[in-house]
């Protein structure tokens, strides 16, 4: 199986027979979220650090796109009747869109406010890194269910409010939010080929262990150590759930 470039999934995906897209009113649904964290410096960009919470989907999304190119350099050869060879120089950041809406109809209350202030808030550095000499934002992962996306920062948050209660508080709202991909280290190529190396990332859950990680990944538990000293962890025993761990290629691990 190929490394994943935009999502990566810890479960396969489930029955989609007609029984089980009719869904029974107390039936438990997976529901989508956008999860923030503090930015941590990363040679080449930044990766995911201590969690700041996130904003839940109050309804699945109907539809995520999510693109990704390349870069190709096209030398004209003078006089030749066709064009010279393209010359790959590398790919862009994915960038993912999604539209999440918000309705408080029932309630009557700030939720809908709250949420979309939330959103706002991840274009706008986070309170402790004001004073730094390099302010930032929050990173973003879309999660649903056992998918994940790669960590992001937000380039616009575009509201739509489309109710309001007679005292003028927005009730419900459209958000289109467009994410691109942050890259976590500087783009090492392969020797032989040229190609950059793909990076894949693994949220640790409860259970979860990095000599466990190690042995899925590199089939090595050892490779813990520098696993760790990789992602900066101190203390390999006591890895927060939903911590985000780096899994760079066995080879820059042992470099």
Request: overall charge negative; aromatic content about 8%.
């Amino acid at each position: 199986m190929t490394q994943a470039i935009a999502l990566t999934s810890s479960a396969e995906p489930a029955d989609q027979s007609a029984s089980s897209i009719v869904t029974s009113p107390g039936a438990a649904q997976d529901h989508a979220s956008l999860e923030m964290y503090e930015a941590q410096t990363a040679p080449g960009g930044s990766k995911p650090g201590a969690s700041l919470g996130g904003v839940t989907f109050q309804f699945n999304p109907k539809e995520v796109t999510i693109s990704k190119s390349a870069q190709w350099a096209k030398k004209p050869a003078k006089g030749a009747k066709k064009a010279g060879p393209p010359e790959y120089n590398g790919a862009d950041p994915c960038k993912l869109t999604v539209e999440m809406f918000f309705d408080a109809t029932l309630k009557s209350d700030l939720s809908v406010v709250d949420s979309v202030e939330k959103l706002f808030s991840c274009c706008v550095p986070v309170d402790k890194t004001r004073t730094a000499n390099k302010p930032m934002p929050p990173l973003v992962v879309f999660k649903w269910g056992g998918i994940t996306s790669f960590p992001a920062y937000v380039t616009q948050v575009n509201a739509k409010y489309t109710r309001f209660a007679s005292n003028g508080v927005p009730i419900r709202a459209v958000c289109t939010v467009n994410l691109e991909e942050m890259p976590s280290e500087a783009g090492k190529q392969n020797p032989t080929s040229g190609v950059l190396a793909v990076e894949r990332v693994h949220t640790m859950v409860t259970g979860d262990n990095l000599a466990l990680v190690a042995y899925q990944e590199y089939d090595d538990p050892a490779m813990w150590r520098p696993l760790a000293v990789y992602n900066g962890v101190d203390d390999p025993m006591r890895i927060v759930p939903g911590t985000q761990i780096l899994l760079p290629p066995a080879e820059a691990l042992l470099a």
